[in-house]
Nanobody, 116 residues
Framework: QVQPVESGGDLVQPGGSLRLSCVVS????????MGWYRQAPGNERELVAK????????TYADSVKGRFTISRDNAKNTVYLQMNSLKPEDTAVYYC?????????WGKGTSVTVSS
């Protein structure tokens, strides 16, 4: 079992920044990828950024490239999403995902609202 817990969501003005955190507990040795996904009202959940644990390969959605950065702190079992130059269309609930062989674990989400 793996338990991701997100934090850091907030209301922010356009152009602002936020850093989301995801602390993972449980059988963290089994995790081979960590990712951030988001879901806006009326939309499907979409990948924002993903980092593969074995080799550190990172993938970003085109819509966030150059603005968002995913990183991890192994000592703290934490994955971060630094979000800069936020836009109203980034408004969504952001979910942390931990991928182990044959299964995905999800956090409950943290809400990000970008509005003036």
């Amino acid at each position: 079992q793996v338990q991701p817990v997100e934090s850091g969501g907030d209301l922010v003005q356009p152009g602002g920044s936020l850093r989301l955190s995801c602390v993972v507990s449980g059988s963290t040795f089994s995790i081979n990828a960590m990712g951030w996904y988001r879901q806006a009202p009326g939309n499907e959940r979409e990948l924002v950024a993903k980092i593969w644990i074995p080799d550190g390969t990172i993938t970003y959605a085109d819509s966030v490239k150059g603005r968002f950065t995913i990183s991890r702190d192994n000592a703290k079992n934490t994955v971060y999403l630094q979000m800069n130059s936020l836009k109203p269309e980034d408004t969504a609930v952001y979910y942390c995902n931990a991928h182990v062989p044959l299964r995905d674990y999800w956090g409950k989400g943290t809400s990000v609202t970008v509005s003036s």
